[in-house]
């Protein structure tokens, strides 16, 4: 089964790294000749296209780098945390976002508090403004920091394409923001983000990248794969996938537009590659290629300037690259990124770390002292996970397939330095992570994905204290429209609720009840069966809620009903009443047959 590689993607204000970023839009720079796949996989001599200004040393001698490997127990929910999830920090505080199926009760938004303290996780609901659109929750998706300017404060989080729950790829775009934060209590907003032009089509295992150029800043989204086009689609190769073309998008969301380009340097499609993002240079690092099923040590070089005219993007090829996918970044210093998992075979994990250094126009990757692996870790065939920002990985592995679902996975926390790199300069960090799947087994999943993370910082935070939510710091959420309290034993609450009805996605049933100026009710709250709610919204009776039930019967007149006749049941064999014959009767009858 082919395994596509987990993006990784971080970025510091000068520096953003990216695993599964996508591409730039803009007009690409012509260029003498490209690169043919010999001279990209051989690295024979270089081209002569090639710059000579930016020098990749890959050393093979390891890093003063520590890294330290603690095993982590989840308190609750530990069941949402599989293949495909992404991590966000804002401001240190990091949130969990992408879980495996729809949201349940305990969290209707998808979106979690990551509390690790004493090496125990706890994930809590996050609340979500009134005037929020609805985020559904999407496995693989290309996730980054975003800012208007460097110097703008205000960081927010771009999530574009991944996987529905129902195995739909996404081609919408989301903008994700802190609108409140007070004593330790969080509440976002999402809004939806259309755009105009070349708009990527759906798809997952890309990157998305910011860049930085003359006090503009853009989107750039690269790689993935989608499904197949619909003409093509068979009952037996309905999930079958393939790579999306290599084009390069650049997004502009101030004014709404987005411009694809394509380059001959890239020619085939890549998927769960790493992208480092640095000002206006975006550096693309391995990925899977399903065409060829191949692994091919690729390093591209994206540069974007933002004049007052049209945007100029060109893309350079760079020798020196790693045959890496799926593999998890993370940044320990504002220039300095490590890169942990991932697969270099299609059966067979990538067990080395590697440290990036990434100054000026020169990029050094070379070999680090990798972690004390536990036998679980160095046996399992598939390993997922996502950066939380200030050098610290989050790991996952299958747990025995005898345990229990509460046991179904094992995870670590992996921190690549001391604390000491944490303060070195502030930075903002954005996830996006790929679910990997067994590379053993022998049904090939329909995506045959390995994980993806994606990474930027802006700037770097030194709080290694994540601020958790308090459950007396919990309170309920009064809204209007759906989340109305509808009577006073009504239950449904925004933060809680989940699906009773079939009929019900992502809003509650309600019902119209006719008294007085007439209210909206819950239908769960009125205790209806389905059938008989379906039958109320399609005929045209009036309804009345169990609160005004019994006032409406007291205003109804009463029809009159005339009594019942009843009429009295006749004997079977009834005798006929004696006539008594007086005597002068008899002296008559006699006299008259004499």
């Known amino acids: 089964m082919p395994l596509s590689g987990r993006t990784g993607r971080a970025a510091a204000a000068p520096i953003h790294a990216s695993v599964h970023q996508v591409g730039c839009s803009g007009r690409a720079q012509a260029r003498p000749r490209s690169l043919t796949p010999h001279q990209v996989r051989g690295w024979g001599r270089l081209p002569s296209h090639v710059e000579a200004p930016f020098s990749l040393d890959k050393g093979s001698a390891p890093s003063s780098v520590s890294m330290s490997l603690q095993m982590i127990t989840v308190n609750n929910n530990a069941s949402l945390i599989q293949p495909g999830f992404s991590l966000m920090n804002f401001d240190g505080q990091v949130f969990f976002f992408g879980q495996k199926g729809w949201p349940k009760r305990s969290c209707p938004t998808g979106v979690f508090s990551f509390d690790i303290k004493r090496n125990q996780l706890k994930l809590k609901p996050a609340l979500f403004s009134k005037d929020s659109c609805y985020l559904p929750p999407l496995r693989y998706p290309a996730t980054c920091t975003f800012q208007s300017s460097l110097e703008s404060g205000k960081v927010q989080y771009i999530i574009h394409g991944g996987k529905t729950p129902n195995n739909e790829l996404s081609d919408k775009i989301y903008i994700m923001s802190v609108i409140c934060k007070n004593n330790k209590k969080v509440t976002f907003c999402c809004t939806e983000k259309e755009l105009v032009g070349d708009v990527p089509e759906a798809r997952y295992g890309h990157t998305i990248d910011t860049v930085y150029s003359r006090g503009k800043s853009r989107c750039v989204v690269f790689g993935g794969r989608s499904y197949m086009p619909s003409a093509q689609r068979t009952t037996e190769k309905w999930n079958s996938v393939m790579d999306c073309s290599p084009d390069v998008f650049l997004m502009d969301f101030e004014f709404g537009c987005s411009t694809s380009y394509n380059f001959p340097e890239l020619q085939d499609g890549l998927s769960f590659h790493v992208s480092i993002a640095r000002n206006d240079t975006i550096y693309i690092l391995g990925g899977h290629c399903l065409t060829n099923n191949s692994r091919p040590p690729s390093l591209y070089r994206l540069k974007v300037d933002l004049p007052l005219g049209s945007p100029a993007v060109s893309c350079t090829t760079l020798p020196g690259g790693v045959s890496i996918s799926s593999a998890i970044l993370t940044q320990t210093k504002s220039n300095e990124f490590v890169i942990v998992g991932g697969y270099q075979l299609e059966n067979q994990k990538r067990m080395v770390c590697n440290i990036i250094t990434v100054e000026d126009n020169n990029i050094e990757i070379q070999d680090m002292e990798t972690p004390d692996w536990t036998p679980d870790i160095k046996h399992s065939k598939l390993w997922f996970g996502s ?35 944490i303060a070195e300069e502030q930075a903002t960090f954005s996830c996006s992570q790929t679910s990997a799947e067994d590379p053993g087994d022998s049904t090939p999943f329909e995506d045959s994905e390995e994980f993806c993370f ?110 019942l006749k009843r009429t009295p049941l006749k004997p079977l064999h009834k005798k006929a009443p004696v006539k008594i014959i007086t005597p002068a009767k008899k002296s008559f009858f006699r006299k008259l047959f004499d």
């Open 387 to 421: 950066s939380m920002g200030n050098g610290t990985i989050f790991l996952g592995i299958p747990g025995d397939n005898k345990q229990t679902m509460s046991d179904a996975h094992y995870f670590y926390l992996l921190k690549c330095g001391g604390d000491d790199l």
């Open 454 to 563: 994606s990474e930027e910082i802006n700037s770097f935070d030194g709080d290694d204290d994540i601020d958790t939510y308090n459950e007396d710091d919990e309170e309920d959420e009064s809204v209007t429209g759906y989340w109305i309290i509808c009577c006073p034993t009504c239950d449904v609450d925004i933060n809680t609720w989940v699906p009773f009805y079939s009929t019900e996605l992502n809003k509650p049933a309600m019902i119209y009840c006719s008294h007085g100026d007439g209210h909206w009710v819950h239908a769960q709250c009125m205790n209806l069966a389905e059938h008989l709610l379906i039958r109320l919204s399609e005929g045209s009776s009036k309804y009345f809620c169990n609160e005004h039930v019994e006032i409406a019967r007291g205003l109804q007149t009463p029809k009159k009903t005339l009594p």
